[in-house]
């Protein structure tokens, strides 16, 4: 990596903390980076882009092209101008929408698919997306270890964190015991979920 490269992503983890915005940790990039690298990965499809933090990580240090879709017009607003700043326009292609109701069709195919949304909503965008994703190739989800609260559901006071840890729990059980997949859940970042495609 550049000094240009990491001085951008330094940028936006500051801007990340200050704004109290989540992004994924340093380890969970470094993670997703190799299992590009490693899987030859040349397109992705991101859904949740927040600032823009990993679509720019993933442009700025591999050879891949990412869609990523994001509902929030500020989260939106902001992740343009970051990729703007990064010079990434022509790799990276921000889609403003809601992924649960966004007509796929069109998009076409991709080698990874990285859903890193709404927690509680990785069920529903696994199953809308995955047939985005041909065999061979690869869906990661992030923060299912959830800070330690899907392993300690005990711990957890307010009852809408219950209810979306619960959701995380059923979303790892199904993935994990899907036969259509080959799936891992790594302790990395916040919990890493990587499913190969059969």
Not at 32 to 43: A, C, H
Not at 122 to 135: D, G
């Amino acid at each position: 990596m550049n000094q240009f490269e990491h001085s951008i992503l330094s940028q936006l983890e500051d801007e990340a903390i200050a704004n109290k915005i989540p992004i994924m940790k340093p380890d969970g990039i470094a993670f997703l980076r190799q299992i590009i690298l490693m899987g030859k990965v040349k397109t992705v499809l991101e859904i949740g882009t927040a600032i823009g933090y990993s679509a720019i990580a993933m442009a700025m240090t591999t050879d891949v092209t990412v869609v990523s879709i994001e509902r929030n017009l500020t989260m939106f607003e902001k992740a343009r101008n970051n990729v703007d700043s990064a010079h990434l326009a022509d790799k990276i292609k921000l889609i403003l929408a809601d992924a649960l109701s966004i007509d796929i069709s069109d998009l076409g195919t991709f080698d990874l698919l990285f859903i890193d949304a709404a927690k509680g909503q990785n069920l529903p965008l696994f199953q809308k997306f995955a047939s985005l994703v041909p065999k061979g190739g690869i869906i990661i989800i992030d923060n299912l270890l959830f800070h330690g609260f899907v392993e300690n559901p005990e711990t957890i006071i307010s009852r809408d964190r219950r209810q979306m840890i619960h959701k995380i729990q059923q979303f790892n059980e199904w993935i994990l015991n899907n036969d259509h997949y080959d799936s891992y859940i790594y302790n990395l970042g916040d919990g890493i979920g990587v499913c190969y495609k059969k």
